[in-house]
């Protein structure tokens, strides 16, 4: 220890360390590296007797924070690393997480045989990090900040994005990066009655529920995502809370380890703010203008919008005049913050809202379906200022999207026969914007819309099913609109759904003093600018029996199991009054086809008769695809499924087949009786023989040629159009070729040899 101090006070004396390192805890400094092992480790055990392994002090210690958490065999790492001075007037938080091959001793299988850009499954995983995470930065911290999460290993029991998120409180907790947490993650599943804490991937396959749970101290839920095989109202309020107080489990290991192991949270930099002389000002020009503008329910979103604009911009200049000294940008934040408190306070004093609607009252709604001909399905779905546009395309099971093979091993799925792509391009809000690779946000509300389909669609469906949803207004909650106009799509392409499904988006206005919860307002179908102004915005999809997906963005720093359970109601009664007004529309699929829908038909093909249907090296199936559109799928040893994008395609593939499996008539071969064939091909490995003119040859093996060991046909004189005795011993069962030997013809034999020609068949 005394060498440690000497080389600590050396380092500093000449200028060795940064600014960073200096104002590290040195206490904690020595301590991680003072001590003959640096790792400090905490364990908590769910209440389901599994455990998890909290691990911190040994890996990535330049970080500002970092932390391991282990279950089973897989591991995953985290580490937080924040800028010291802030250039922003936000916090620029940034979560990556990456899955590796070699976590799973595989290799990439892209032509460079590394890890590329960010998959989808990354993607949604970063996201869920990030909503976890974010609600409990305080709002003056306004440093750069990365969490990188890295896939240390992985089994085929559990799986890590749940594992990411504890660690990412951990890092954050240890760490001198000022935060709110700890913050604790379960997944929660259910089978039956029977609620499964953190359930292994086998597990999952057979719950009806898939639901991450983040929650803080005092069960204050801070984030919620996941899917479910239509879950009942009760059974999704008992999952929600059994993860709340699982997760106080996690959250005593984290703060054990943090009391241990952390260290001093850094003195957040004063903010910028305008005087009180300047704030007064800014509030008294404004204020009664924007009430104006917030209570007049004739605004429509971009006459809102621009009205806001044109207030700001009189304030800032007429302030800025008045106060010269003062950066504009004081002057307009000051102003953003009367807004959304002008917003916020009529929510409570007029207890409606700025477009004239209750609180529990939805926009209006309208509907289309059958938008144009040569679609397979097509719907227009309205909601207020949202619109989206849903469309949906049949094809053959071959064109289901094949999974990586980690995300495979991640999620337990190899392929899907139903994907939802959503679009967002920047006139839906009237804005110019580049076109190009869809980004994160565009992603993950895809991903969100197609959990709550999902659930809708049956495992046994023919087709795979591509349905796309492109927003062409935005005004608030375009993914639940998506579910919607994506569940009127799928009906009208004759997709036999299980039900139909909605979803809406519910939010929340709350109001504190001194860091307790004093009164709040939930409101059902939010518009852009109350999901902007507002705590939270829970998106909520589900047929009318029960709940399919559910997604919870929450803003402040948790909201309590009464709100929760409160906003899962509304959501409930606001999805029953939509799926009404679908219902008008199409309540049940299509049952008249259209033109334009594919079909599919299984054949039967005899063994003997597949060479000439799949032709040398395929062929066949080539040529009926390029002529005729069809695809032809095997299925087992005799079973084809044949794909035809019409009608008039199917009648095509039909004749086209039928005359490749035309032949003359085969003649009916005795088992056990000895033929003439005729030699057509000399292989080294045998001969090939046809037994009457129209059949396909062959192969008569080396060791069916003569009592000696042949190494080549031509070794005992063989030759092409050369006429052989044959024993028939009937067709293989798997191949249907047929069984011959010459080899038994060469001792003593009482059968009867018999000659097949042209006059003798048919």
């Given at each position: 220890?005394?060498?440690?101090?000497?080389?600590?006070?050396?380092?500093?004396?000449?200028?060795?360390?940064?600014?960073?390192?200096?104002?590290?805890?040195?206490?904690?400094?020595?301590r991680?590296?003072?001590?003959?092992?640096?790792?400090?480790?905490v364990?908590?055990?769910?209440?389901?007797?599994?455990?998890?392994?909290?691990?911190?002090?040994?890996?990535?210690?330049?970080?500002?924070?970092?932390?391991?958490?282990?279950?089973?065999?897989?591991t995953?790492?985290?580490?937080?690393?924040?800028?010291?001075?802030?250039?922003?007037?936000?916090?620029?938080?940034?979560?990556?997480?990456?899955?590796?091959?070699?976590?799973?001793?595989?290799?990439?299988?892209?032509?460079?045989?590394?890890?590329?850009?960010?998959?989808?499954?990354?993607?949604?995983?970063?996201?869920?990090?990030?909503?976890?995470?974010?609600?409990?930065?305080?709002?003056?911290?306004?440093?750069?900040?990365?969490?990188?999460?890295?896939?240390?290993?992985?089994?085929?029991m559990?799986?890590?994005?749940?594992?990411?998120?504890?660690?990412?409180?951990?890092a954050?907790?240890?760490?001198?990066?000022?935060?709110?947490?700890?913050?604790?993650?379960?997944?929660?599943?259910?089978?039956?009655?029977?609620?499964?804490?953190?359930?292994?991937?086998?597990?999952?396959?057979?719950?009806?529920?898939d639901?991450?749970?983040?929650a803080?101290?005092?069960?204050?839920?801070?984030?919620?995502?996941?899917?479910?095989?239509?879950?009942?109202?009760?059974?999704?309020?008992?999952?929600?809370?059994?993860g709340?107080?699982?997760?106080?489990?996690?959250?005593?290991?984290?703060?054990?380890?943090?009391?241990?192991?952390?260290?001093?949270?850094?003195?957040?930099?004063?903010?910028?703010v305008?005087?009180?002389?300047?704030?007064?000002?800014?509030r008294?020009?404004?204020e009664?203008?924007?009430?104006?503008?917030?209570?007049?329910?004739?605004?429509?979103k971009?006459?809102?919008?621009?009205?806001?604009?044109?207030?700001?911009?009189?304030?800032?200049?007429?302030?800025?005049?008045?106060?010269?000294?003062?950066?504009?940008?004081?002057?307009?934040?000051?102003?953003?913050?009367?807004?959304?408190?002008?917003?916020?306070?009529?929510?409570?004093?007029?207890?409606?809202?700025c477009?004239?609607?209750?609180?529990?009252?939805?926009?209006?709604?309208?509907?289309?379906?059958?938008?144009?001909?040569?679609?397979?399905g097509?719907?227009?779905?309205?909601?207020?200022?949202?619109?989206?546009?849903?469309?949906?395309?049949?094809?053959?099971?071959?064109?289901?999207?094949?999974?990586?093979?980690?995300?495979?091993?991640?999620?337990?799925v190899?392929?899907?026969?139903?994907?939802?792509?959503?679009?967002?391009?920047?006139?839906?809000?009237?804005?110019?914007?580049?076109?190009?690779?869809?980004?994160r946000?565009?992603?993950?509300?895809?991903?969100?819309?197609?959990?709550?389909?999902?659930?809708?669609?049956?495992?046994?469906?023919?087709?795979t099913?591509?349905?796309?949803?492109?927003?062409?207004?935005?005004?608030?909650?375009?993914?639940?609109?998506?579910?919607?106009?994506?569940?009127?799509?799928?009906?009208?392409?004759?997709?036999?759904?299980?039900?139909?499904?909605?979803?809406?988006?519910?939010?929340?206005?709350?109001?504190?003093?001194?860091?307790?919860?004093?009164?709040?307002?939930?409101?059902?179908?939010?518009?852009?600018?109350?999901?902007?102004?507002?705590?939270?915005?829970?998106?909520?999809a589900?047929?009318?029996?029960?709940f399919?997906?559910?997604?919870?963005?929450?803003?402040?720093?948790?909201?309590?199991?009464?709100?929760?359970?409160?906003?899962l109601?509304?959501?409930?009664?606001?999805?029953?009054?939509?799926?009404?007004i679908?219902?008008e529309?199409?309540?049940?699929?299509?049952?008249?086809?259209?033109?334009?829908?594919?079909?599919t038909?299984?054949v039967?093909?005899?063994?003997?008769?597949?060479?000439?249907?799949?032709?040398?090296?395929g062929?066949?199936?080539?040529?009926?695809?390029?002529?005729?559109?069809?695809?032809?799928?095997?299925?087992?040893?005799?079973?084809?499924?044949?794909?035809?994008?019409?009608?008039?395609?199917?009648?095509?593939?039909?004749?086209?087949?039928?005359?490749?499996?035309?032949?003359?008539?085969?003649?009916d071969?005795?088992?056990?009786?000895?033929?003439?064939a005729?030699?057509?091909?000399i292989?080294?490995?045998?001969?090939?023989?046809?037994?009457f003119?129209?059949?396909?040859?062959?192969?008569?093996h080396?060791?069916?040629?003569?009592?000696?060991?042949?190494?080549?046909?031509?070794?005992?004189?063989?030759?092409?159009?050369?006429?052989?005795?044959?024993?028939?011993?009937?067709?293989d069962?798997?191949?249907?070729?047929?069984?011959?030997?010459?080899?038994?013809?060469q001792?003593?034999?009482?059968?009867?040899?018999?000659?097949?020609?042209?006059s003798?068949?048919?």
């Amino acid at each position: 220890m005394p060498n440690i101090m000497r080389l600590f006070s050396f380092t500093l004396n000449n200028g060795f360390l940064n600014k960073k390192f200096v104002r590290t805890d040195i206490s904690t400094l020595l301590r991680n590296y003072g001590s003959k092992s640096a790792t400090n480790t905490v364990t908590a055990t769910l209440s389901n007797g599994r455990s998890l392994t909290i691990a911190a002090g040994e890996l990535a210690r330049f970080a500002d924070g970092t932390a391991t958490v282990t279950m089973g065999d897989t591991t995953v790492l985290v580490t937080a690393v924040s800028k010291q001075k802030s250039n922003s007037s936000f916090m620029p938080l940034t979560v990556d997480f990456r899955q590796k091959s070699a976590a799973a001793g595989r290799i990439p299988t892209n032509f460079l045989r590394r890890e590329l850009g960010p998959s989808e499954k990354e993607i949604l995983t970063a996201r869920l990090i990030d909503r976890s995470l974010r609600p409990l930065f305080p709002n003056e911290f306004k440093c750069e900040t990365q969490l990188v999460c890295n896939m240390l290993a992985i089994d085929s029991m559990h799986l890590p994005d749940v594992l990411a998120i504890n660690a990412a409180s951990t890092a954050l907790s240890l760490s001198d990066i000022p935060w709110n947490g700890p913050v604790a993650a379960v997944r929660i599943g259910m089978v039956g009655d029977e609620i499964l804490i953190n359930p292994t991937r086998r597990e999952l396959k057979s719950s009806e529920l898939d639901l991450v749970v983040s929650a803080t101290k005092q069960h204050l839920i801070v984030m919620l995502e996941g899917k479910g095989n239509v879950i009942l109202l009760p059974k999704l309020q008992k999952a929600i809370k059994q993860g709340a107080k699982d997760a106080q489990t996690i959250i005593q290991a984290i703060e054990k380890l943090q009391r241990s192991n952390g260290k001093t949270k850094r003195e957040i930099d004063p903010e910028k703010v305008c005087s009180g002389e300047v704030s007064d000002a800014v509030r008294a020009m404004s204020e009664m203008r924007l009430r104006e503008i917030f209570r007049n329910s004739e605004h429509d979103k971009l006459s809102r919008d621009h009205a806001v604009a044109e207030i700001r911009k009189s304030v800032v200049e007429s302030v800025w005049s008045s106060f010269p000294d003062v950066e504009p940008s004081l002057i307009q934040e000051s102003f953003n913050k009367c807004c959304k408190m002008t917003f916020r306070d009529l929510i409570f004093e007029d207890e409606r809202r700025c477009d004239g609607r209750t609180f529990d009252e939805l926009r209006n709604i309208s509907c289309k379906i059958n938008m144009h001909k040569p679609l397979h399905g097509s719907a227009l779905f309205q909601r207020g200022q949202t619109q989206v546009f849903c469309t949906v395309s049949l094809d053959s099971v071959e064109s289901a999207m094949k999974l990586d093979h980690l995300t495979a091993v991640d999620t337990g799925v190899k392929s899907k026969n139903f994907f939802l792509h959503y679009e967002f391009p920047p006139y839906a809000t009237g804005e110019i914007g580049k076109s190009g690779p869809i980004g994160r946000r565009e992603i993950g509300h895809g991903a969100l819309a197609e959990k709550g389909l999902l659930a809708t669609i049956p495992n046994d469906f023919p087709f795979t099913v591509r349905l796309t949803s492109e927003v062409l207004e935005s005004n608030g909650s375009s993914s639940m609109a998506s579910v919607c106009g994506g569940s009127l799509a799928l009906m009208d392409a004759g997709v036999p759904l299980s039900a139909a499904a909605a979803g809406v988006a519910i939010g929340l206005v709350t109001r504190y003093e001194d860091n307790e919860l004093q009164d709040y307002r939930i409101l059902t179908d939010i518009l852009g600018i109350e999901d902007y102004m507002g705590d939270m915005d829970m998106k909520v999809a589900g047929t009318e029996k029960g709940f399919t997906a559910i997604q919870a963005d929450i803003k402040v720093p948790g909201i309590s199991l009464k709100v929760v359970m409160e906003a899962l109601q509304k959501s409930h009664n606001a999805k029953t009054k939509i799926l009404g007004i679908m219902n008008e529309c199409i309540a049940t699929p299509r049952k008249v086809r259209k033109e334009c829908w594919p079909v599919t038909e299984d054949v039967t093909v005899e063994p003997h008769q597949r060479p000439k249907l799949i032709g040398q090296g395929g062929t066949n199936i080539k040529k009926i695809y390029l002529q005729t559109g069809a695809q032809l799928t095997q299925n087992d040893e005799n079973s084809f499924t044949i794909f035809a994008p019409s009608e008039s395609s199917m009648a095509e593939v039909k004749e086209v087949i039928e005359t490749l499996l035309k032949a003359d008539k085969e003649p009916d071969l005795e088992f056990g009786a000895i033929y003439t064939a005729k030699i057509v091909e000399i292989k080294d490995i045998g001969v090939m023989v046809t037994l009457f003119p129209s059949m396909t040859p062959t192969l008569l093996h080396n060791s069916q040629l003569d009592q000696r060991k042949v190494a080549h046909p031509s070794a005992i004189g063989l030759q092409v159009k050369d006429e052989i005795q044959v024993k028939y011993f009937g067709r293989d069962p798997v191949s249907g070729f047929m069984r011959l030997s010459r080899k038994v013809l060469q001792g003593p034999t009482s059968s009867v040899i018999k000659n097949l020609d042209k006059s003798s068949v048919g």
